[in-house]
């Protein structure tokens, strides 16, 4: 492999026998996962001292290779300092681990690891990793302010840049201020690149595209292509992995499900090769059969993984959550209001936002579907009010249930009112230019001309899904139409 800034960074700031075996490796290596899986393996030997074993396990969390880091830390004698590191790739396969835990092994590490600079590489991967699990993080001004001056005041610092950076674009994307993150994430995307550190480099990528693919999904997906080969080069196959994860989600933004589902399915076999927790993935792949109506495949894909389901962690939330929508479609009501009260005892536990906003959204689907469309409309109007504008999915989601409520209960008589819900689902969904939703706003659209009398506009437009359903992206568009217009003959 090519030497890469990721590793030699840190050859001033270490021994000299740490260098050579560092450069060594690198020389042999075909490339950056390979270089992982042969550190590790010198790191498991007897004479390896802390500081190898330290840099191998820091090495493989960067690339995500759980493997590699569970077998080295069956290692006799880690350094204290390895575990914070440790504490949170717990956390990222959904452990609960207290917080308060965490940062007194993050304060003993910070005081035990040989010098400052190695401090900081310490500190910096590890608040990467554990912001998004504890936004508390975010109080630790003290030491952010301390290094951000040494970053910026000493030359063998600079080169943490892109991670300060990325950390201060993830908290503007935490207040809402989505715009300026974007322009920070870039910033920080061009000093990887200086810097050499390519899985920085990937990461960028990945977070530039998460945060536009609600504003620009075609670059998105051309910002995804450049992680691909990026991912490609280094052997880094979570990176890989993540490819896809991140492709599911736009398409399924774009409401292309069948698209969104084979991305995922993909993701899936892509980190069961590899040992990844794939968590995430199974909520996702359930959320996708439920919303093309096929609650049936989501109860037996779910039942699948319980054994993968422990109650205590934190994502089980989601687990319950998506039984409950299975259970909601199939029209099983006794076993979805059960599945509902579980999940909203771990939503709690969980203080996750997004949990919350699931829950609630769930809990007016099945208002509507037991006909009480009062307040299933109160509930989806409490959610829509409280959603910020990355949280695009639950909105379109309110308003189709909301349009849909709408349709059911207009009269024929009743004139088409320019505020009606489904006027907002159809501007909505066209200004975002999503393909799929558009073509479900018509398919709500067909069944109020149906009701009005109106059935040539209605069959012209049942027409125009059906072309559109022959995209094999949306191909669920068609049992679609058969279940909302019946006539349609699909």
Same mark, same amino acid.
């Given at each position: 492999?090519?030497? &890469?800034?990721?590793?030699?960074?840190?050859?001033?700031?270490?021994?000299?026998?740490?260098?050579?075996?560092?450069?060594?490796?690198?020389?042999?290596?075909?490339?950056?996962?390979?270089?992982?899986? @042969?550190?590790?393996?010198?790191?498991?030997?007897?004479?390896?001292?802390?500081?190898?074993? %330290?840099? =191998?396990?820091?090495? +493989?969390?960067?690339? #995500?290779?759980?493997?590699?880091? #569970?077998?080295?830390?069956?290692?006799?004698?880690?350094?204290?300092?390895?575990?914070?590191?440790?504490?949170?790739?717990?956390?990222?396969?959904?452990?609960?681990?207290?917080?308060?835990?965490?940062?007194?092994?993050?304060?003993?590490?910070?005081?035990?690891?040989?010098?400052? *600079?190695?401090?900081?590489?310490?500190? !910096?991967?590890? @608040? @990467?990793?554990?912001?998004?699990?504890?936004?508390?993080?975010?109080?630790?001004?003290?030491?952010?302010?301390?290094?951000?001056?040494?970053?910026?005041?000493? #030359?063998?610092?600079?080169?943490?840049?892109?991670?300060?950076?990325?950390?201060?674009?993830?908290?503007?994307?935490?207040?809402?201020?989505?715009?300026?993150? &974007?322009?920070?994430?870039?910033?920080?995307?061009?000093?990887?690149?200086?810097?050499?550190?390519?899985?920085?480099?990937?990461?960028?990528?990945?977070?530039? =595209?998460?945060?536009?693919?609600?504003?620009?999904?075609?670059?998105?997906?051309?910002?995804?292509?450049?992680?691909?080969?990026?991912?490609?080069?280094?052997? %880094?196959? *979570?990176?890989? =992995?993540?490819?896809?994860?991140?492709?599911?989600?736009?398409?399924?933004?774009?409401?292309?499900?069948?698209?969104?589902?084979?991305?995922?399915?993909?993701?899936?076999?892509?980190?069961?090769?590899?040992?990844?927790?794939?968590? *995430?993935?199974?909520?996702?792949?359930?959320?996708?059969?439920?919303?093309?109506?096929?609650?049936?495949? =989501?109860?037996?894909?779910?039942?699948?993984?319980?054994?993968?389901?422990?109650?205590?962690?934190?994502?089980?939330?989601?687990?319950?959550?998506?039984?409950?929508? +299975?259970?909601?479609?199939?029209?099983?009501?006794?076993?979805?209001?059960?599945?509902?009260?579980?999940?909203?005892?771990?939503?709690?536990?969980?203080?996750?936002?997004?949990? !919350?906003? *699931?829950?609630?959204?769930?809990?007016?689907?099945?208002?509507?579907?037991?006909?009480?469309?009062?307040?299933?409309?109160?509930?989806?109007?409490?959610? &829509?009010?409280?959603?910020?504008?990355?949280?695009?999915?639950?909105?379109?989601?309110?308003?189709?249930?909301?349009?849909?409520?709408?349709?059911?209960?207009?009269?024929?008589?009743?004139?088409?009112?320019?505020?009606?819900?489904?006027? @907002?689902?159809?501007?909505?969904?066209?200004?975002?230019?999503?393909?799929?939703?558009? +073509?479900?706003?018509?398919?709500?659209?067909?069944?109020?001309?149906?009701?009005?009398?109106?059935?040539?506009?209605?069959?012209?437009?049942?027409?125009?899904?059906?072309?559109?359903?022959?995209?094999?992206?949306?191909?669920?568009?068609?049992?679609?139409?058969?279940?909302?217009?019946?006539?349609?003959?699909?």
């Amino acid at each position: 492999m090519k030497p &890469l800034g990721t590793i030699t960074t840190c050859f001033p700031h270490v021994d000299d026998e740490t260098r050579i075996i560092l450069q060594s490796i690198m020389n042999k290596a075909e490339n950056y996962s390979d270089f992982v899986i @042969r550190f590790c393996e010198k790191a498991c030997s007897k004479q390896s001292s802390q500081l190898i074993r %330290y840099l =191998a396990y820091f090495h +493989a969390f960067h690339i #995500d290779m759980y493997p590699e880091m #569970d077998r080295i830390i069956k290692s006799d004698d880690m350094p204290v300092y390895y575990e914070p590191l440790h504490l949170v790739s717990r956390v990222k396969v959904g452990e609960t681990v207290d917080m308060n835990m965490m940062y007194k092994s993050l304060i003993k590490a910070m005081n035990e690891i040989p010098n400052d *600079w190695l401090a900081c590489h310490l500190y !910096l991967e590890w @608040r @990467r990793a554990a912001e998004s699990f504890y936004p508390e993080t975010d109080t630790d001004k003290q030491i952010m302010e301390t290094l951000e001056k040494r970053i910026k005041n000493d #030359d063998d610092f600079a080169c943490f840049k892109p991670l300060f950076i990325g950390l201060e674009a993830y908290g503007m994307m935490m207040k809402g201020y989505h715009e300026d993150a &974007l322009q920070t994430y870039e910033r920080g995307l061009a000093l990887a690149r200086k810097y050499d550190d390519l899985p920085l480099i990937a990461d960028g990528l990945c977070l530039i =595209a998460e945060t536009i693919r609600i504003m620009d999904a075609p670059r998105a997906i051309e910002i995804m292509q450049e992680h691909n080969k990026i991912a490609e080069e280094l052997g %880094y196959k *979570w990176g890989l =992995a993540r490819n896809s994860l991140i492709l599911g989600w736009i398409m399924l933004y774009r409401g292309e499900f069948n698209a969104a589902l084979n991305h995922l399915l993909e993701f899936r076999e892509l980190v069961d090769s590899i040992g990844h927790p794939s968590a *995430w993935s199974e909520f996702v792949l359930a959320l996708i059969y439920n919303l093309v109506g096929d609650g049936e495949n =989501a109860i037996e894909y779910l039942n699948s993984i319980k054994d993968k389901v422990d109650d205590r962690k934190r994502n089980a939330a989601l687990y319950y959550l998506m039984f409950a929508f +299975a259970y909601i479609k199939i029209g099983n009501k006794r076993e979805a209001s059960a599945y509902l009260d579980t999940a909203k005892q771990l939503v709690v536990r969980a203080g996750f936002q997004s949990y !919350l906003n *699931w829950h609630q959204l769930l809990e007016g689907i099945f208002e509507k579907e037991q006909g009480d469309f009062e307040s299933a409309m109160d509930t989806f109007d409490n959610l &829509l009010n409280r959603l910020n504008k990355m949280e695009d999915l639950h909105r379109i989601l309110c308003l189709f249930h909301l349009a849909e409520i709408e349709v059911e209960t207009q009269s024929p008589e009743t004139e088409d009112i320019a505020e009606s819900f489904l006027n @907002r689902f159809e501007t909505y969904v066209e200004e975002k230019d999503y393909p799929g939703f558009i +073509a479900q706003a018509k398919i709500l659209r067909v069944k109020l001309l149906q009701k009005q009398g109106e059935h040539k506009k209605a069959q012209a437009l049942v027409d125009a899904v059906l072309q559109v359903a022959e995209s094999p992206s949306m191909a669920y568009l068609k049992d679609m139409i058969a279940v909302h217009v019946p006539s349609a003959g699909c």
